[in-house]
Structures are given as structure tokens and as C-alpha cells.
């Protein structure tokens, strides 16, 4: 059964779609039966073209990559998630909608916080090494969710586990 991880972020346009793409990428790598997702609180309706192109020099397929409502995943028929992730500040600390977990348990949520790179100084030549320094630090975070026996590990294990990743 896979196992579904949904990635949130206010606008669903760059750190959470760097995770998306991160955490596909990489669970298809390693033959893992492991699903990105990504959403948003406030989507922009686009996502921004450093981290498409972060992706895409990557290696990674940005097509099918659109911005999308956190709401889509809290339907009955939206895929069973195990874990949800926020990874900016605003959309942890907002109240997030009941998300459908798997055997009628709630996701893990944790918290992975990262400085927007649509901030950055420096024109597009700094926004795009901050969105490759981003694309890249939550890549290293996905390979260690990877790397836990995410269909082994009990609900404690796994949110002590994933706090970690968060610390490291």
C-alpha cells in the first residue's frame, strides 16, 4: 500500500513544490512505494519558474506540477496520507483542514521550515541559488524520510523520527 505524503506551504509555489518534486524523485530512485503531494492554504495558481527550474536541472519532470488547494486533500476520496509536512512558517502555524489518514487515523504532521528563496537578494542569479540551496536541502531531508521503514514503524516512532529530520 502506498504510502502518501502531502507537502503544505502557503502559496504551493515553490518550497512545497521543490519537496513534491524532491520526494517523487527520489522515492522512485530507491523503489520505494512512497507518493508526493503538495498543497497550499492560499495557492497562487502558478508555481514560480526558479523552482521549476531548479527541478528541471535536477533531472526532474516539472509537467504535471500545478499550484493546488490544501482542500483537494481533505475529501473522502482523496489518497489515504500518512504524513503531512508543512515547511513554511505561515502554513504551520495555520489551522490545517481534517486530513483523511490511513486505517482511519490521522497524518503525522511535522513541521520542516525553510526561508522562502523568492526572497532572496541578488535579481534572478540569487533567487536562483536560493532555490537550488532549498531544492537541495529538503532533498537531503526527503532521502532521510526514506531511509526509515515508514511501513514498519509505529505512530510514535515515526513522529520522534520525523522531529528529528526537522532538528537536523
Same mark, same amino acid.
Given at each position: 500500500?502506498?504510502?502518501?505524503? +502531502? ?9 512545497? =513544490? ?9 522515492? %522512485? /530512485?530507491?523503489? /520505494? ?11 497562487? $495558481?502558478?508555481?514560480?519558474? %526558479? ?14 506540477? %500545478? ?27 495555520? =489551522?490545517?483542514? =481534517?486530513? %483523511?489518514?490511513?486505517? $482511519? ?7 520542516? $521550515? !525553510? ?13 536562483? /541559488? ?9 532533498? !537531503? ?20 523520527? +520525523?522531529?528529528?529530520?526537522? /532538528?537536523?
Amino acid at each position: 500500500m502506498s504510502i502518501h505524503v +502531502l507537502v503544505l506551504c502557503t502559496h504551493n509555489s515553490a518550497r512545497s =513544490v521543490l519537496a513534491e518534486g524532491m520526494l517523487g524523485h527520489w522515492a %522512485h /530512485r530507491l523503489g /520505494r512505494d512512497v507518493v508526493a503531494h503538495s498543497a497550499g492554504s492560499a495557492p497562487s $495558481g502558478r508555481i514560480n519558474p %526558479h523552482a521549476l527550474e531548479a527541478l528541471a536541472m535536477a533531472g526532474i519532470d516539472t509537467a504535471a506540477f %500545478h499550484s493546488k488547494r490544501w482542500d483537494e486533500f481533505a475529501t473522502a476520496d482523496a489518497p489515504p496520507l500518512a504524513i503531512v509536512i508543512t515547511v513554511c512558517d505561515s502554513a504551520a502555524a495555520e =489551522v490545517c483542514p =481534517v486530513f %483523511h489518514g490511513r486505517a $482511519g487515523e490521522a497524518p503525522i504532521k511535522v513541521h520542516w $521550515g !525553510y526561508p522562502d528563496p523568492s526572497n532572496a537578494e541578488g535579481g534572478d542569479e540569487g533567487k536562483r /541559488r536560493a532555490f537550488e540551496l532549498t531544492r537541495q536541502a529538503i532533498g !537531503y531531508r526527503m532521502l532521510q524520510l526514506l531511509a526509515l521503514p515508514l511501513e514498519t514503524m509505529d505512530r510514535g516512532a515515526l513522529r520522534v523520527a +520525523l522531529e528529528d529530520i526537522a /532538528r537536523s
